[in-house]
């Protein structure tokens, strides 16, 4: 998105040197706009499935995730005192503070299990980044270049942007909520078993309820 911004601004500050080379080079600069965006589109696609691979490959931190509804009421209701760094392993070992604690098979089972769940929230995100990405340097690349500098003098292409996006994002976020259900109830089950988890069961019935009432919140908005 930064790239898109950039890219915007440009357009802006260069009109009038566009206007004076449309009679001599009517291609040119479309073709370097062009260029523009498909590096930009290489570089999502290639960054993206990085984080991908991260998520797979690397330890879960689960002290500093899953965060939804009021941070602020989620503070007040838990209190101010941060927790103490937590991951799961690939393997499925659960580190405190780097320190391996000690679990059974099934413990195991149970951490590999809400890893794989909350992975796949992750992920779900991740793909509702790449398609609000592509989307919108799609929308900056439909059309002449002439209608670009006019859409950025004007700020319709701001708001052709927001719009695209939208209607990439607002499903994908939904169905993220309807997959909360089930990681909550993975996370409770390893909660009962694995006394050392329990202090990161942060997922609530509340929060469940709250990503679809602030998804349509703030989809209303826009």
């Known amino acids: 998105m930064n790239r898109i911004r950039t890219l915007s601004i440009a357009l802006l500050a260069c009109a009038p040197l566009f206007a004076a080379q449309a009679a001599d080079k009517p291609?040119?600069?479309?073709?370097?706009?062009?260029q523009e965006l498909a590096q930009a589109r290489?570089?999502?696609?290639?960054?993206?499935?990085?984080?991908?691979?991260?998520?797979?490959?690397?330890?879960?931190?689960?002290?500093n995730s899953l965060q939804f509804g009021s941070d602020n009421s989620r503070m007040a209701k838990r209190g101010n005192a941060a927790l103490p760094q937590a991951e799961i392993t690939p393997q499925g070992d659960f580190l405190i503070e780097g320190k391996?604690?000690?679990?059974?098979?099934?413990q195991r089972r149970q951490l590999l299990a809400y890893r794989g769940r909350v992975i796949e929230v992750a992920k779900s995100g991740i793909?509702?980044?790449?398609?609000?990405?592509?989307?919108a340097l799609?929308?900056?690349g439909n059309g002449?270049?002439?209608?670009?500098?006019?859409g950025a003098m004007t700020g319709s292409l701001e708001s052709r942007i927001e719009r695209v996006v939208k209607r990439e994002i607002e499903p994908g976020v939904r169905a993220i909520c309807r997959?909360?259900?089930?990681?909550?109830?993975?996370q409770q089950q390893l909660a009962s078993s694995l006394p050392q988890f329990r202090p990161y069961a942060t997922l609530e019935a509340d929060d469940v309820a709250d990503c679809e009432n602030d998804v349509r919140r703030e989809f209303a908005s826009r």
Not at 45 to 56: G, N, P, Q, S, V
Not at 144 to 150: P, Q, R
């Open 179 to 186: 997959q909360l259900p089930a990681l909550m109830a993975s």
């Open 138 to 140: 799609d929308a900056v």
């Open 27 to 34: 291609t040119g600069i479309g073709s370097e706009i062009q």
């Open 42 to 63: 290489k570089e999502v696609r290639t960054d993206l499935a990085k984080a991908k691979r991260e998520l797979d490959s690397e330890n879960l931190r689960i002290d």
């Open 127 to 135: 793909d509702i980044g790449q398609r609000s990405a592509e989307a």
């Open 100 to 106: 391996t604690q000690t679990i059974d098979a099934g």
């Open 144 to 150: 002449s270049w002439v209608g670009l500098v006019f």
